[in-house]
T-cell receptor, first 111, second 113 residues
C-alpha cells in the first residue's frame, strides 16, 4: 500500500539556519505530494504541494521538489524563524479519495 | 468564517462507554475525513466520505462507526470505548478539486480510562 516515511525528529535549529526535513514515499501509481504544518493546539494546514515529477512546490519560503527517481519530497527552507516552530507532515494521495500522512517531524527554532 | 468545527474539544471516557464526535463544515465540501493522531505514528485515516450518504473505511476503522446524513456533518461514533482509542481525533474536509488540500478542524482530545 501507499506510505510516507519522514525523518525522525525532533529537529532543533537556531534562527536563520538552513532546514531540511526528509520525506520518502511508496506508491503504486503516480501520487500527488504535500507538506502540511501543524502549529501548537491547531489542526494541520496545507503548506505546499506538487503533482508530478520535477514539480517544485513553494510557500512562505519553504520549498520541496517531487523526485520520482528517488521517490522523495524533501522540505527545505533557507533561513528559519522562531515562528516556523511546528510539526511538519509529509503526505500523499494517488486516488484522490484519501490522504496518507507521515509520522510528522517536530521543528523547534531557537532565537 | 468557521471552516471545520469539531465538538467536543476534550473528553474523558470510561472503558465501555460510548460517544459521538461531531464534525461540521460550512464550506460546502463534498469530501470529509476522520483521522486519529498518535505520537510517532502521524495521522491515520479511520473513515471517510465522498459525499452525503456515503462512507468508506480507511486504514484503522475497527471500533468506530461513521455517518454522513447531511453534507455538512460527519459523525464519528465509538460504541464501546477502549484505552487503545485514547488519541487526538481530527476531522477534515476538502472540495472536489483535491489539490486544494484538506481543511482541518482543531481536534478532539479523547482519553479512555
Amino acid at each position: 500500500g501507499n506510505s510516507v516515511t519522514q525523518m525522525e525528529g525532533p529537529v532543533t535549529l537556531s534562527e536563520e539556519a538552513f532546514l531540511t526535513i526528509n520525506c520518502t514515499y511508496t506508491a503504486t501509481g503516480y501520487p500527488s505530494l504535500f507538506w502540511y504544518v501543524q502549529y501548537p493546539g491547531e489542526g494541520l494546514q496545507l503548506l505546499l504541494k506538487a503533482t508530478k515529477a520535477d514539480d517544485k512546490g513553494s510557500n512562505k519560503g519553504f520549498e520541496a521538489t517531487y523526485r520520482k527517481e528517488t521517490t522523495s519530497f524533501h522540505l527545505e527552507k533557507g533561513s528559519v524563524q522562531v515562528s516556523d516552530s511546528a510539526v511538519y507532515f509529509c503526505a500523499l494521495t494517488d486516488n484522490n479519495n484519501d490522504m496518507r500522512f507521515g509520522a510528522g517531524t517536530r521543528l523547534t527554532v531557537k532565537p | 468564517n468557521a471552516g471545520v468545527t469539531q465538538t467536543p474539544k476534550f473528553r474523558v471516557l470510561k472503558t465501555g462507554q460510548s460517544m459521538t464526535l461531531l464534525c461540521a463544515q460550512d464550506m460546502n465540501h463534498e469530501y470529509m475525513y476522520w483521522y486519529r493522531q498518535d505520537p510517532g505514528m502521524g495521522l491515520r485515516l479511520i473513515h471517510y466520505s465522498v459525499g452525503e450518504g456515503t462512507t468508506a473505511k480507511g486504514e484503522v476503522p475497527d471500533g468506530y462507526n461513521v455517518s454522513r446524513l447531511k453534507k455538512q456533518n460527519f459523525l464519528l461514533g465509538l460504541e464501546s470505548a477502549a484505552p487503545s482509542q485514547t488519541s487526538v481525533y481530527f476531522c477534515a474536509s476538502r472540495p472536489t478539486y483535491y489539490l486544494q488540500g484538506l481543511f482541518f478542524g482543531s481536534g478532539t482530545r479523547l482519553t479512555v480510562v
